[in-house]
């Protein structure tokens, strides 16, 4: 049984940071793009960033120069490092993988889910 568990959310100040870590388990995910979402409460889950097993990478507009998306094969898993926190950020943020290598930014490429980690950004 393939899972995706994402750990490190929690609550941080304005302007602080955040690591989030996203472990497969179950089947590897070496070879496969895999990336982060994030669903704002009354809002749309929206793309936040992907990454391919090459470490091509791509980022939603809002977290270009914050946010980092990286990946270790031999842990299978995937990390969001994430600077300079905004209120707006805050979301619960899930990762997931495709069954391809290819960079996907919208959720129907994307088969694999975790269950997501509550980030708060507030004063």
């Known amino acids: 049984q393939v899972q995706l568990v994402e750990s490190g959310g929690g609550l941080v100040q304005p302007g602080g940071s955040l690591k989030l870590s996203c472990e497969a388990s179950?089947?590897?995910?070496?070879?496969?793009?895999m990336g982060w979402f994030r669903q704002a409460p009354g809002k749309e889950r929206e793309f936040v960033a992907a990454?391919?097993?090459?470490?091509?990478?791509e980022y939603v507009d809002s977290v270009k120069g914050r946010f980092t998306i990286s990946r270790d094969n031999a842990k299978n898993t995937v990390f969001l490092q994430m600077n300079s926190l905004k209120p707006e950020d805050t979301a619960v943020y899930y990762c997931?993988?495709?069954?391809?290598?290819?960079?996907?930014?919208?959720?129907?490429?994307?088969?694999?889910w975790g269950q997501g980690t509550q980030v708060t950004v507030s004063s």
């Open positions: 997931a993988a495709r069954t391809f290598t290819n960079l996907a930014t919208i959720k129907p490429q994307y088969y694999y």
């Open positions: 990454i391919t097993w090459t470490n091509n990478r």
């Open positions: 179950g089947r590897t995910f070496r070879n496969n793009a």
